[in-house]
């Protein structure tokens, strides 16, 4: 080979992460860019929301993960635009050419039009949004203690979760140990074990990617934890103090202060700028349609991975947007990559499904490992603790995941209940949900 190769990877996810990591060849030059300086295991977030971990137990910095890899420089700034005809990553301060591109930028919510949801409803994919909504759930609890209406108490003791996937019934579930376990004898005047926590799907059941008997029994796992599953449901309306549902063509409200969003997700605005300047297909999510080899039609020196991808197994509906997937195709293009500098046959990406895992609550979980493993509670339970301390990618934070969750599961109690940041209930908002 006449020159070095420059491979740039833009965002430093389960997918771009991976890619880079595998790129072990001293002929090629890899260069991540990301806007955060870390690395961040999403599927943990939900714990950081719920004061069972703490950030820095699920995130790691990108230059220390990737220090023994010589041929890889980190670059903490954001995509901004691509010129795909000239191989140029345009960046917020400056720009970078390349030979090879793949994109690893994710997915942020989707609210399905009514954005201004956002305001009362976050979601949950970043550190920022997992203390944000810490302090929105600690913050009603604290309220309702110096409350004398009933009325008002119930209202505040009152969380609403807007999604029944995995991320959605993980939270309801975590919540749920907080207010009947963890914080069940810190408060004077309230009992927090009265707090109502409402689950609300659109769909005929809730985890609908699981089989029918794993999503039953994931739902009497989640009343056993006195959660309210509302199937069939849709959200019409959230404002600061109330949800507005339709549920069987019977419209609703629930008076509520608290409300987190799990219900939908689309690409971020450069990956879909990214797909517009390719000319590359988009599904309803924009994500980017891309070819057997992960690349992006019209153009083969860009790639597309992760949950920006949207990747059709053979006769089958397209891979999740779960991390093992990201992972796998960052690995694989690694190789490709090899492969193809090497002049070598490339053959299509294929994804070895190892599975879907939920976690409900304490010993409770659901496990889809197959038609003949499909299993629930503890050791489906003891299945995920250890899958999700194997995906962590740095020793030192498994231990201490570990070690937290050992406490947790002895004591029952959070250590990291703390209210950062702006106090939320404190702010004002004008009739058109926008603060003041």
Known sequence: MDKETHVVIVGGGAGGLSAASNLNDNS???????????????????????GGLSPGDIASPLRSILKRRKNVTVIMDEAADIDPNGKRLILKEGEL?????????????????????????????????????????????????????????????????????????ELAGALAELANHTLRHDFRNIDPSNARII??????????????????????SLKRLGISVRRNTSVTDIEPRLVRIQSDDKPEIIKTQTVLWAAGVQTTGFGRLAGNR??????????????????????????????LAHFNHPGEKPLPGVAPVAMQQGRYLAKCIKKRLRGQKIEPFKYFNRGSLAVIGRSAAVANLGERLRFSGFFA??????????????FENRVLVFIQWAWHYFTRNCGARLITGQNFFNRPFNRNNEEK
């Open 278 to 307: 390719t000319g590359a297909d988009l599904d309803k999510m924009g994500k980017i349609i891309v070819n057997p080899d992960l690349s992006v039609t019209k153009y083969p020196d860009i790639y597309a991975i992760g949950d």
């Open 199 to 220: 689950l609300l799907e659109r769909n005929k059941k809730i985890l609908n990617a699981f089989p029918p008997l794993l999503s039953r029994k994931a739902e009497r």
């Open 381 to 394: 339970w003891i299945l995920w603790l250890f899958v999700h301390l194997m995906y962590i990618v740095e």
């Open 97 to 169: 050419s390349y030979d090879i591109l793949i994109l690893s930028t994710g997915v942020r919510h989707c609210y399905f039009g009514a954005d201004l949801w956002t305001l009362n409803a976050p979601g949950l994919k970043s550190i920022e949004d997992a203390t944000q909504i810490r302090s929105r759930i600690l913050s009603s609890f604290e309220k309702a203690e110096r409350v004398d209406s009933p009325e008002m108490q119930r209202e505040l003791l009152t969380f609403v979760v807007v999604g029944g996937g995995p991320t959605g019934v």
């Open 28 to 50: 090629i030059r890899v260069t991540l860019v990301d806007r955060r300086n870390y690395h961040l295991f999403q599927p943990l977030l939900y714990q950081v929301a719920t």
